[in-house]
């Protein structure tokens, strides 16, 4: 069973770093892309980044193009997403998903909830 | 970038009726072209791919079809679990866009 388990909830002040995390299990890690997609409070999806395990390759959405940083660790199957300078327009929840280009993204982490503010 | 617009943004149906979903693409999409649920407080779940393939476990009550820039999700027969909110999103190229939404509500 395909399985991605994301770091808990943050409270961090503006100007501060993070990085959140996403624990894939169930299948082999570096043979599909993992992303990453926010949902800022009641409004919808928006694509953030994604990366490619296998050869570390990565793509993301121009509207966060700079702003975040999209990582992965093979030896513990784990995506990463983060930041070096919080704002609180950062604050939204934030899911990772297994991408296939034949399918979309398949599966969903339960969520890590960031809230920025001083 | 393609630019996925949905409409309605929101739709009241009684149980038992018929729902229609559309999905329009600013550029042809082909066929890569999914589509998601979500409820409150849960992360979003595949429901269709390729325009047209249910994912793994999807009731057949639930049926897309299109292709290029125009795409349909209807719903047959709506059931108490399907009043959410349902997202199309284009894979055909970067960057990766969703639409904006359709809210389903009992009527």
């Known amino acids: 069973e395909v399985q991605l388990v994301q770091s808990g909830a943050e409270v961090k002040k503006p100007g501060e770093s993070l990085k959140i995390s996403c624990k894939a299990s169930g299948y082999s890690f570096t043979s599909y892309w993992i992303g990453w997609v926010r949902q800022m409070p009641g409004k919808g999806l928006e694509w953030v980044a994604i990366?490619?395990?296998?050869?570390?390759?990565?793509r993301s959405s121009p509207s966060f193009q700079g702003q975040v940083t999209i990582s992965a660790d093979r030896s513990i199957s784990t995506a990463y997403l983060q930041w070096s300078s919080l704002r609180a327009s950062d604050t939204a929840m934030y899911y990772c998903?297994?991408?296939?280009?034949?399918?979309?993204?398949?599966?969903w982490g339960q969520g890590t909830l960031v809230t920025v503010s001083s | 970038e393609k630019v996925m617009t949905q409409s309605p943004a929101s739709l009241s149906v009684s149980p038992g009726e018929r729902a229609t979903l559309s999905c329009r693409a600013s550029?042809?999409?082909?066929?890569?072209l999914a589509w998601y649920q979500q409820k409150p407080g849960q992360a979003p779940r595949l429901l269709m791919y390729?325009?047209?393939i249910r994912a793994t476990g999807i009731p057949a009550r639930f049926s897309g079809s299109g292709s290029g820039t125009e795409f349909t999700l209807t719903i047959s027969s709506l059931q108490s679990e399907d009043f959410a909110v349902y997202y199309c999103q284009q894979y055909n190229s970067w960057p990766l866009t969703f639409g904006g939404g359709t809210k389903v509500e009992i009527k």
């Open positions: 998903a297994r991408y296939s280009g034949d399918y979309g993204f398949d599966s």
């Open positions: 390729g325009a047209s």
């Open positions: 550029q042809s999409v082909s066929s890569n």
């Open positions: 990366i490619y395990p296998g050869d570390s390759d990565s």
